[in-house]
Structure formats: C-alpha cells, structure tokens
C-alpha cells in the first residue's frame, strides 16, 4: 500500500493573542500520531504551515521541532512546499531552518520572470514536485500561460505527487467569492493544472491556500483537492468550521491518499481538532443585560480545549462600543476563549473591535491602509476596486509576448477605471 497524508493551511503563529494560539500546532501533532499509528510513511503539508515566514514563539517552534522530530524518528517523510504566508524571496525562512535541519523536504523550484520550474524530489518510488504560492498568486500569471514546468518526468514507474498553492475554482467553489482571503486572482477553472498534471504524469495534485475543504466528500476517486485548514487563522475560518458543522454536517479534515491502483483513493478524515466554534446573535439590550447574555452563553459552549464564539450584537450605540470591547477581552482571559464579535450597526464598532482580530500578512495591512484612506479622503470607491488596481499595475511582465501582456494590462486597467469612475 502507497498511502499519504495531505494537508495544508496549518498556519502555525496564528492567533496570536488569543486562547487558541496552541491549536494549530496541536492540529499538526494530532495529524503526525495519526500517520504513525496507522503506518503511513509520508506526510504532505502544501503550503502555509506557518502564519509568516517567521514565527517568534518559542514555545510553537519547539513543539514544531519535536513533532518533527518524532515523525523522522518514526520513518515518516514530511514534504513541505512553501504557500504565500510562510515563505520569504530570499528564504529567510522558518521552513527553509527546518530543511537546514533535516526534519523536512522541500521541492526545489526556480524562478524567473519567464518560468516556474520545478525539480523532482524522490523518496523512496515517490517523486514530489512543488508550485509554491506567490504573493498576489503570482503563479496564477505562470499556470494560465502555461510557463510551468516539471523536469525529468518521463522516467520509470513511479507516483507523482505535485504540491500547488494557489486558488482555483473547482467543484463548484469559487474562491474569487472570498476574494480579499485568498488573493484577487483567481484560476477560472482547474483545467489548466488538468492539463499539467496529464501532460507530466501526476498522480495526485495536493492542493493548498483555500482554508474551506473543497470538494466535500467521505471518500472518492479524484486527483485533486483541498483538504483545507484545520484550523485556519481568522474569524472567517472560524465561521466557516461553524458553517460545516453546522449546514454541511461535516468537520474540518486531513485527507488520507491512497496511491497503490492506477487512480488515487482519498478519503476525509474529519476531525474537530478539539475546536469548538459557537455562534450568537442578539440584540444590544444595555451594558449589563449584554453582559450577562454573553456570560451565559459562555457557560453554556461545551467543555472542550479550544473555544470560540463569535457573537453578532446589532445596534451596539456608539458610546458604549469601548466598554463592549474591554468587557469581550475580560471574557476572553477569564473564560479561555476567543470572542469575535460582529455588528451590523456602524463602521465605527468593527473598526475598533477589528485589533481583537489578527493582521496576517502584507495583503491584509494593504487593504487596511486603503480602508483607511478612502476613509479619510471621504470618497466613494470600493476597497476592492482600488487594490484590484495596486495588483494589477503591479502585474510582472513576462519575456515573451510583451506586446499582449501590456495589452491586457491596459484593457484590465480601463475597465476597472470605468468601474471606478462609474462611467460607460
Ligand atoms: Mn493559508
């Protein structure tokens, strides 16, 4: 039996501040026990293991080492291709320490502005290539001109497993619906990495970037998918791991891939990483009444290590917006919790509240910084449409067929020019 593991999106250093910072690391290490307990000898992490290319927790970094430790001491291989949170140009690293130090592999990979070429990595009968996540999905760019390539894959009969960070509509999922999650650009349909994979022998595609499990199924025969995060790093993630238990009557997951006949077996193994995410919706009904609702419904989340809630409280009156926020961090270290909280009332409360929340990587300070000055020049635009701008203009070009890409360039730019202006 060829069996592996595929995952993604651990983002280990998320939450920072909060009572589930631990949750991650402990999802991967719940992972590890499983492939050692059931004999499976390799274990795939397709991108955005960690939150930012460095982490500064001790505590993370060494439960990280351990755990590695552990697996290359049990024979479990861990392949590990590098998403657009966790690693840097230049790989200044936390993944590129952990390779330095044995306990990992990673897919080498060049990249110029004409292509992304990625070398073969064999372990044992397996080869293992890796398209790593750029930022604003750069590699988008490079797929659909097709200027992707894997070496060496002619050779004898062996399973090709390929690595790819990146946002793709598949199944029926449209990842451009949560734009501002997963980057503006978007691949409008898996045929093209359908095509790669056929034209270079690949087995199995280990996706990553998209933190919703897509496709969602028990067990099936497909060549593709994403497992999802475990555990994801935002209040997004944390509604959508609402919404599986919830309307879809799933978990989160990691996949199990079974390799041994001519096309892959995957199969779901749900797991609630011993997160529990609440939901409550009411009406602001005064300091104390409030207060007291929201210890009660504290008292009522099952006992569990890691709890989460996310409250929508409408017509929260802007004078008592702070108190809300300093009563919800009272709760947070009193209770062990991390609390969102929601409003449909004004700006103003999501505003403030929003630093209960993480600011992850360059994307999000980005759109925070926009926000701010659209704010503050009292213009209407949508945040959108001025960073769709910023990423297009900040396209790279590439060698061949200048003339084209400058083209597109400029129809893309008139367009949302147009949108902008609100004229046409
Ligand atoms: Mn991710």
Redesign the pocket.
């Known amino acids: 039996m060829v069996l592996l593991i595929h995952t993604?999106?651990i983002?280990v250093g998320a939450f920072t501040r909060s009572s589930l910072r631990t949750a991650s690391v402990e999802a991967l290490e719940h992972i590890a026990g499983y492939a050692v307990d059931n004999n499976v000898k390799y274990l795939v992490i397709a991108?955005?293991l960690f939150e930012r290319y460095q982490i500064s927790s001790f505590e993370l970094l060494r439960r990280i080492y351990r755990v590695l430790r552990y697996l290359r001491e049990k024979g479990v291989k861990v392949i590990v291709s590098p998403?657009?949170?966790d690693s840097s140009p230049r790989g200044n690293d936390d993944i590129s320490l952990l390779y330095e130090a044995g306990l990992i592999y990673i897919p080498r990979f060049e990249i110029t502005s004409e292509t992304i070429r990625t070398k073969p990595l064999q372990i044992d009968d397996l080869v293992f290539y890796g398209i790593p996540?750029l930022r604003n999905n750069k590699e988008i760019e490079y797929l659909r001109r097709g200027r992707v390539v894997l070496e060496d894959t002619s050779s004898t009969r062996v399973k090709r497993i390929l690595l790819l960070?990146t946002s793709v509509r598949i199944a029926g999922y449209d990842p451009s619906a949560y734009s501002h999650r997963?980057g503006y650009t978007v691949l409008e349909n898996d045929a093209i990495i359908d095509t790669l994979s056929k034209i270079n022998n690949i087995d199995y595609i280990a996706l990553?970037?998209?933190?919703f499990p897509v496709p969602l199924f028990d067990e099936t025969s497909i060549n593709r998918a994403y497992p999802g995060?475990p555990i994801?790093?935002d209040a997004n993630d944390l509604y959508e791991t609402y919404l599986l238990r919830n309307k879809y009557r799933k978990d989160r997951r990691f996949l199990l891939i079974d390799l041994s006949n001519d096309k892959p077996i995957v199969k779901s193994i749900w797991e609630d990483f011993n997160v529990y995410v609440g939901y409550y919706k009411s009406y602001y009904s005064g300091l104390d009444e409030t207060r007291d609702e929201i210890k009660r419904v504290i008292k009522d989340l099952p006992d569990i290590r890691y709890k989460a809630l996310i409250l929508e409280l409408e017509n929260i009156p802007v004078e008592d917006k702070n108190k809300i926020y300093h009563l919800v961090r009272e709760f947070e270290n009193r209770f062990k919790i991390h609390i969102h909280i929601r409003s449909s009332f004004k700006e103003t409360l999501s505003e403030s509240i929003s630093i209960l929340g993480e600011i992850g990587d360059i994307e999000e300070l980005e759109r925070k910084a926009v926000e701010e000055l659209i704010n503050k020049l009292s213009i209407k635009v949508s945040t959108n449409k001025i960073l769709e701008l910023i990423n297009t203009l900040g396209r790279e070009p590439v060698e061949t067929g200048k003339e084209e890409f400058y083209n597109s360039m400029l129809r893309d730019i008139k367009r949302i020019m147009e949108e902008i202006l609100n004229v046409k």
């Open positions: 993604a999106d983002h991108g955005d998403g657009s949170h996540g960070h997963y990553g970037h998209i933190h995060a994801g790093r």
